[in-house]
């Protein structure tokens, strides 16, 4: 019978954490010089994962991990997985009477047991070897694939950043939390810390309708996808140009500028999250700051397309300066443009008007793209591919030419309208689409833009 991948994952680390627990009980007995059977915690004998075929075994072959890495990893995994084998580290030292420094740790608000931070790596590890406890620092640099790949993350906080920066926790990732535990990738949730939301489509490209020259530019951004490797590493141009792309997409409401970013994602097979700015932005002084910088921090570790709707509500022109208020503007203005600048994957800004963005960001964009509202010609394309889509039935005396010339709507408009015609339609002992319908629909659309 086929295992799921949680119970590859979990049989695996039953395996790891026996042989973690050895070495934390060799650590202990050597340190306190107390009979063990091992000179040393390299000499417990580690699980053989070579033909092991579950995630948490592929990650540590395809990283190759060291032991000391290995150890590392599962010391951060430990409090999500087995949190009891940590708690021979909240022992009391019976001269001081409190815990012992040198195992490190700190205790969480809810979680009762050990959270473990990089001096308890230490101590595990090196032991009272000095020069050995300074090479385990290295596995906490910046150029450490456990940082550079979002894996693990050492990281002070707001309340101990004058304290030593090893008295820090060990943060894994909750994307390899994920991975090692259900085998499954980590989906953020949306919440007030992270104000992103994944949008995702069932239309295809065939389906969107726009001018071949919007058409044009759109599939500039997809050869750029498709083809970034080839054209940084192999033709070199990562000397030349920045990781990345960025653009801008604005017209009227309703024009695909959405369901362009979405499609997109879905032919790259690149997830999407649209930013909530209304949950970005705080009135707190460096709040919108944490908050893109929490969004940007998650993204720049995944392939990630963000589309930031409506942006010029926060990315419009700068002030002029004058006030407290008019300083914290452009100092988050100017934040977002060197996270946007150096921001690796995917970034979409959408607005209604051009002008309202600010010059300096149209200057780092690599397409500045306009989605037209659409002519007579493209509306009837909109018209049917709308009704024809769901097997809406159509009554003899609805004329979707006439309607497509008759009434300037946008694509997103027609959408409701068909939402508001199949309604009625169902509700009728007949079920077909009039005319009547679809123009009682197409008044309201125009009255909820000020127009009827």
């Known amino acids: 019978m086929e295992i799921s991948p949680a119970q590859a994952n979990a049989f695996t680390l039953q395996r790891e954490m026996e042989w973690f627990a050895q070495v934390i009980e060799t650590r202990m ?51 999500h997985v087995k949190p009891e084998l940590l708690d021979v580290f909240l022992s009391e030292n019976t001269h001081t009477r409190r815990g012992y420094t040198e195992f490190g740790g700190i205790r969480g ?16 590890i090196a032991g009272k070897n000095l020069a050995e406890r300074f090479n385990v620092y ?11 790949h979002g894996i693990l993350s050492v990281q002070a906080s707001e ?22 535990t259900n085998g499954e990738a980590y989906q953020p949730v949306y919440s007030s810390e992270f104000p992103a939301k994944r949008i995702e489509t069932r239309l295809r490209f065939s389906d969107l309708v726009l001018p071949a020259e919007v058409m044009d530019e759109i599939q500039d951004i997809l050869h750029w996808i498709q083809h970034e490797y080839t054209l940084m590493q192999d033709w070199q141009l990562h000397k030349r140009l920045k990781p990345g792309y960025r653009a801008l997409f604005y017209g009227p409401p309703g024009t695909g500028k959405t369901l362009t970013a979405s499609l997109l994602g879905q032919a790259c097979d690149m997830p999407v999250y ?16 944490k908050n893109l910088a929490s969004i940007f921090d998650q993204a720049e570790q995944k392939k990630w397309i963000l589309f930031f709707d409506e942006a010029d509500s926060l990315f419009g022109k700068r002030t002029s300066g004058n006030t407290s208020n008019d300083r914290h503007a452009n100092q988050e203005i100017a934040y977002l443009l060197q996270r946007i600048e150096d921001y690796p994957g995917i970034a979409i800004l959408a607005s209604n008007l051009k002008g309202n963005m600010d010059e ?54 027609i959408i409701n309208v068909l939402r508001y015609a199949a309604i009625k339609a169902v509700e009728r002992e007949i079920p077909l689409v009039y005319q009547h319908d679809i123009e009682t629909g197409i008044r309201k659309e125009m009255r909820k833009e000020g127009k009827g």
Request: with cysteine.
């Open 29 to 79: 007995k050597l340190y306190f010089g107390e009979d063990c059977v091992y000179t040393s915690i390299f000499e417990v004998p580690l699980p053989a994962l070579d033909d092991d075929t579950s995630m948490y075994a592929g990650f540590i072959r395809y990283y190759n991990l060291h032991i000391y890495e290995r150890i590392i990893l599962l010391l951060a995994l430990c409090p």
């Open 109 to 124: 608000n809810q979680h009762s047991g050990f959270i473990p931070t990089v001096e308890t790596a230490a101590f595990l």
């Open 138 to 148: 290295t596995y906490f640099s910046e150029g450490h694939f456990f940082s550079k």
């Open 159 to 180: 309340h101990n950043r004058n304290e030593p920066l090893f008295s820090s926790p060990l943060l894994l990732s909750r994307e390899y939390i994920s991975y090692f």
């Open 274 to 289: 649209r930013v909530d700015l209304s949950k970005l932005v705080s009135k707190y002084i460096g709040e919108t700051e």
């Open 360 to 413: 300096a960001f149209i200057r780092r964009f690599q397409s500045v793209i306009y989605f037209p509202a659409p002519d007579e010609h493209d509306r009837l394309r909109l018209w049917e591919s709308a009704f024809a889509s769901g097997r809406v039935p159509l009554a003899e005396d609805a004329d979707l030419s006439a309607i497509a010339r008759k009434y300037p709507i946008t694509g997103g408009a």
